[in-house]
């Protein structure tokens, strides 16, 4: 070993012995033709004090060395008590060079590196630098922390951790798959997978029982806000359990996870239906530090003579002391909600004395205006905005607008944990509802994906009223984020046909792309389900970071781009012709 | 829960209490007009007794049931010691169906599993009932309890577990890489890594200082004997270290994989240069469960008049009480040397009076009949193998024979477990020796990788002598296999530059391929090195497996072909379109 203590090991009862530390010139400040230096190293800060000028004089900020000296008490009053070496320097003998480094980009020393702001691009692109800066390294030492966690709570229960193939066929999960040229057959592919899903329901029917794994995951998705090409999530899979035992497991790790930065989660934690989620907060993913749901003003307008009320659904939501906000705010509010693809953000004021104003206002009859406070709980002062039309856009929109309100009302604890399993989600849900391809060919698709089971009441029935049979699954949402989500799977072949068969899968496509899982089906499959953790989400709250980018060591930044490495790269055409992308399927196929 | 105990769990105390059991059916016998079935979960086996004829009658072997009965104490006599729960049985008073069994291609009881032999295609193709198999679940089992051994030893020393990117650039391993194409990127594309090795290079220079993880890799190699596309590596890297403190850590950890199966593995482990290696066991892997080195005879047949051992070298091994052979095994002896592509395998048998046999012994003189007992150390009743010609290759020769008379003459113990540390590599060889891609254009390529450093005595001289400079590398080896290596890495930019010039990549081609790492050098990078195990490889030995293909949940067959899932695949037009495979980085490229 290149030193006998760790820096920041050093206390009083060191002093007088001969030490040899290694690390970084964290800081250095010259004082009397004395330099004293700030060395670092993972455990902490020392102060080194190098009486020699000649040998200090080259020093620079994140100069790797090696010191030799003697741990001293530092003079009378000179003790810091901020940093836990604070009471002792070390007198340095000997120094080192172990390597130099040239001027940094940006600054990494742990005094200063908080202050400034360095931009996400130089943060990538010198990742190796941006990861001695304190949030960086804090961030993945924690995450190191959090899998020893979950596996602490994971082996005690008997759970095996086994590794899933990543190099498969196309899963089902609806995004779009990362493919690799098989070489060795060529014009066939590989597909990296969406999640171990079918290979932990094999798990299950080869009778492992307790499967868990922290699985790299591949998406090949535009990127939207925060979502990186590849993820981890923590998988989890058990036989011979209903939803009750997953989500009790789940309960434990989350408590273990968030005791790591001292919160203590409250179990049970509350549950509540998809369509209450929806009803009262316009999201299955509702972010419950605060109140303020939704109010359904659908049946208070039902003979309304107001043209843009007479809807499907009407609903709104309170902004406490909105009343007051300047004109222009309210246009703002338009322009926002025309952000979000809706025509507008209908609203009413009451001012002090109850007196209701906005352009809405004067639509409204007499009867209408006098029940409003009441029917809307809004107090003098407040403001309310609607939204009327279809039931699902009108209630996501006045959701976001509750979130905005929240936030720029400053209703958001930010110190505040709000758990909620939402369960009791739809089974399947029309097609072409958002971006993901296609699985099937019928007007219904999977809300969760194809192998989750239906409730044990809707399980001979779900064909008849596909559009209200509910799915056995159920996600945990953390402060208005999904942190995770399960099923209670599909473990006999006939309900599995069936459920393809809603999907518009018939037994040749089913058999041609899962037949797999179908045969295994067929010979002793037990009762099954899991859960999988998004574990970059998780560590982006645990650690309060920005961006899941902070919890990863090297993420790639927008469009799948690796500013350090400048991945991916093209390929020369003798790797094109070793690789065998040219080679296709069918030779008749012309491009 | 759908149960109240696990299977396995009961013992004499439960007798009285009824209990809900859930399992496979293992094994069914019927004895006037009872039937007794052998239930089967995770944890173990137990005898259940269904009365009545109905209800037992449908039960097939593998059928999943949920089982309600009271706990019994067997018949008296009937105990059975071979079984935990061997003093209860479980009296059924409901039986549930829980999922039906077609009947299984092979055999998965655990009475019956080990004593059928099943072909690996279909064991593969039915992964899910070969691991009900005890053999298969066992190695999954073990595999686990590894994972955690390795990390109690590598988090009790404060290393940090991280992921490293595995949508990334070639690495320069110097196998074939795995592409993806970018879709976002049309033209350029992904590597899949063969290491985590510039990853875990640059935590170190991010003053992480202790790394770990269990990591997938990658290589699109021809399928050689038990390789796999993807395989596991436990991968460790460490700052401010040397050599002795990166083994003493890994004879740490395989101190504790050992002891998961009742060895005791001492240590310090031995040592051996790789040069001596070569020397005495023609290999870089000696087994060391048996001695019998080969004998240099060079200097003996210095001035040999026998044309044949006029060579560069000339050697021999010993195949104890090998002269009794009959002629047509000396003529295999032939065949197995030109299989292995020499021109045969020279030899001389020594009777028991001491006269000299075979074809060989003509063409020697007196003396060097005389003294060869003496010089190889061959006994009355013993054979000598010879070989000559090129050192390396008639090295490698006789070490091949060493290794297949210890198999034909059982000398070796197939309890031992042979540990031993190869260190002192060479830092280059020529290029060309073998089939891996050449990294660079010169007469030299690395022998681990282009970032292994020269030991200290040779860091400022390797480029005046390539061929004799010694690499900071250790390999360790058991059992004849090598199941991890590492190596002090350069952490200079000057020393990286000029290995790079010794395999003959100029400066332009470094900055364009390793710019990102020599870049990071630039910044105080710290001294650092590391080690990785072959996770497969090990588990393959603790399990006592015959390919690694026992030990992974999931693994392909020859040519990289997954009997269960049928992947690779061919895919679609319009997934080749979207991915941008036929994009082509430069337009006047033409096919």
Redesign the interface.
Known sequence: ???THKVGSLRAEHIGQTVTL?G?VDRRRDHGGVAFIDL???SGIAQVVIRDEAVAHPLRS???LQITGEVSARPAGNANANLATGDIEVIAHDVVT?????P?PFQVSTALADSEVVGEEARLK???????RPAT?GA??L??KA??AA?RVL?AE?F???????????TPEGA??????????P??????PQSPQ??KQ??M??????YYQIA?C?R?E??RADRQ??F?QLDVEM????Q??VIALGEKILVALWDLIGVKVETPIPRMTYHEAMRLYGSDKPDLRFGNPIVELTEYFADTTFRVFQSEYVGAVVMAGGADQPRRQFDAWQEWAKQRGARGLAYVTFGEDGTLGGPVAKNLTDAERDGLAAATGANPGDAVFFAAGATNESRALLGAARQEIARRTGQIDEDAWAFVWVVDAPLFKPTGEDDDVDLGHSAWTAVHHAFTSPTPEWIDTFESDPGNALAYAYDIVCNGNEIGGGSIRI??RDVQERVFDVMGIGPEEAQEKFG?LLD????????HGGIAFGWDRIMTLLTGSASIRDV???P?SG????P????????T?E?RK??G??AK??PA?V?
Chains 1, 2 share one sequence.
């Open positions: 070993m290149l030193r290694t970084w670092r190293d993972a994140e100069f790797v172990l390597n130099e480094s040239a940094l010198y990742r190796y630098l941006d990861m001695r390294a993945l030492r995450r190191a899998n020893q596996r082996d008997d095996v951790e086994i590794e899933t193939p990543t190099l498969t066929r196309s779009r798959d990362f493919l690799v040229p098989a070489r060795l057959a014009g066939s592919w590989y597909a990296l079918l290979f094999l798990l029917v080869g009778g492992m029982e307790r790299r591949y090949d535009d990127f090409p590849e981890t036989s011979f359990v209903d009750e035992d473990h006999r797999f295994a089906f067929a010979f002793g499959a037990p009762p990863i060591a090297f790639k469009g799948g781009h690796d350090l490495t400048n991945a991916p790269a093209p390929i055409a790797q070793e690789a992308v040219d399927p069918e196929e491009e």
